[in-house]
């Protein structure tokens, strides 16, 4: 026992005297040389930025953030921003406290740096005519791929060719343009806007019924069945489905609500979006994601004539005649590319459609001629006296006073408030630069550009851009329409 005892001694003091100094001068060899390494990268690196941007003749980018080095503050007013729906408008503001013509600033949150631009020029740019030096980005597609997983949205390239050529066609006019699945819908929403004794609504906040009502309607489009966010009685309570757990109808749209604003926080952040807390969205994904895969093995058993609980008809709720969930399944039966594929066509198709519906009201609510006008030509065209001819696509698109209302909405007031591309190579924005902001940008390979629909102002949208606000005030009296005599 002496023996072994003595012979762990000389041992430990073998490797002590003799290995330990050794690896740890390596070791600090080997850290000095990647610090040396990082710094020689840096200096080179904004050497050769600092020659490309006196070559093509850019100029410095003005910042809101001079005096916050490390955009704390930045992230905290963006984050609060966001909490009270009012982003567009912050983002906006934030331009507006620069100077003359700030259209297009640096932000910096959290060492992060980007530029944020409401130039239509520097927009067209970086969607059209140099659209080649432009991605999306590994930072957007593994924040958005947290949620739906690799999908339409997330993917480029090869990819993102092949998934677009499956899901496209069938997005079809001879397939979807039965209008019915959206008739029940609005009529739920109607029946909430209740007139008082003088036939008109007290103020309403149309923008959360709103994002109900798209709910429900994108979910039966989808999937078949509704979620029925807007009449909570209406909602099955459902069993659960081979290859998934029981899925809650009740928190649906709640969970999909606060994981959409995670989302909306994290891309701020950039490669640091792992900072952000995420133990309640990783909650709120579950229990999204519990529902559409209930949804996808029931549609993928019925295809295959299983006959389950699950596959029961639930009492209320009627299948649309399109389902694209239907359709895809005819391509492929994997639960996982199903569930990436239609779960972000349910974010998107939602949020956008309520956005534009919240900004065409609020539009309208402050243009009583314009409100007038479209609903005389709306009683015109679908009204009791233009016969019982079916509402279809074909009629809505040659309504044309009701087009141009929907596209000046959508100019004023982006359904998508802001999105993300990063450089793909070392090239420049047409405008922005300099003290007067006429000159160009030098924008660096994997550099991040946002745009963001806070761009109204005088100078880009006319005078109408002087109605500004927060999409959570779309607040409007609604009369019930009285039958023609």
Known sequence: MDLRRSFDRGRTHLYQSHFTPAIKWVLITVIIAVVIARLFHGVRGRRRRRLLAQLWGCGPVRSPDRNDPFGWKAFTTLRKARAEQRMPTQLGRSMDEIGRNPHTVQRRILWNQSLITRDADNIKCILSDRVSHWEFGVIRGKILGLFTGPSLFTKEGREWKDTRSWVRPQFSHDLIQNLDVFGSHVQELCSRLQPDSHGWTSTTDLQPMFFNMTLDVISEFLYGQSVHSQNPEKQAILKGARGSGVPDTQTFAANLDEASDWLAIAPALGRWYW????????????????????????????????????????KGLEPARFVLLEELVKLTSDPTWLRNETLSLLTAGRSTTAALLSWLFYYLARHPAVFHRLRSTILDDFGVEAGEAPISFGRLRANRYLQNCINEAMRLGSPAHSSSRQARIDTTLPRGGGPEGEDPIFVPKAYITARTSGERTWKISGQSAGITGSVLGTTFHLARAQEPA
Do not use: C, M
């Open 275 to 314: 900072l952000l807390p995420s133990k309640d969205f990783k909650r709120q994904r579950g229990v999204v994601r519990a529902l559409v895969d209930w949804y996808i093995h029931r549609t993928i058993d019925k295809k295959n004539g299983e006959k389950k609980n699950h596959d029961e008809k639930v």
